[in-house]
């Protein structure tokens, strides 16, 4: 049966591209979570990176 020749097959078809919309939508919306989540756990390896440079470098000023 054609979709395009009824009311009701048009209204179901309209149906089913809302809810693949939706999916879609949850699948971006878990994507953007994860990257803020990599993007904060970076971060705080940069700063942790940087910490340990400073901590580093001040053990060298008293080694000399």
Known sequence: DDWTESQEGLEARQK???KQIDIQQEKVSALTAEKKRIIAEIEKELNTNE?????????KKNLT
């Open 51 to 59: 910490k340990l440079k400073g901590v580093i470098r001040d053990l």
């Open 16 to 18: 089913s591209l809302n």
